[in-house]
């Protein structure tokens, strides 16, 4: 069993910064991408940033140059640096993880967090 357990969300006003971080525990053998996402009401979930074994990064074009996201592969964590916060980034954010549990597996399983509230007021 993989769990995620999120922290680091809550309410900031705009401009303003917020650090999420994601500790993934259980059977893992290896974790391949890890990333971020975000739902507000009423919207589809979406992607955030994304971060590769080999520490390549992906962004929404939201949110480039404002979120970096980074990873500790010795403590199977993510983080996720948000600047220069905007009302728009007012959302549930999860955690994500591709990761093999045990090291006969030859494909990743997805694995999400249950998620932390960020809002960002006006």
């Known amino acids: 069993q993989v769990r995620l357990v999120e922290s680091g969300g809550g309410l900031v006003q705009a401009g303003g910064s917020l650090t999420l971080s994601c500790a993934a525990s259980?059977?893992?053998?290896?974790?391949?991408?890890m990333g971020w996402y975000r739902q507000a009401p009423g919207n589809q979930r979406e992607m955030v940033a994304t971060i590769t074994s080999g520490a390549g990064t992906n962004y929404a074009d939201s949110v480039k140059g404002r979120f970096t996201i980074s990873r500790d592969n010795a403590k199977n964590g993510t983080y996720l640096q948000m600047n220069s916060l905007k009302p728009e980034d007012t959302a549930v954010y999860y955690c994500n993880i591709g990761a093999l549990p045990y090291v006969w597996n030859t494909v990743a399983y997805n694995y999400w967090g249950q998620g932390t509230q960020v809002t960002v007021s006006s």
């Open positions: 259980g059977s893992i053998f290896r974790i391949n991408s």
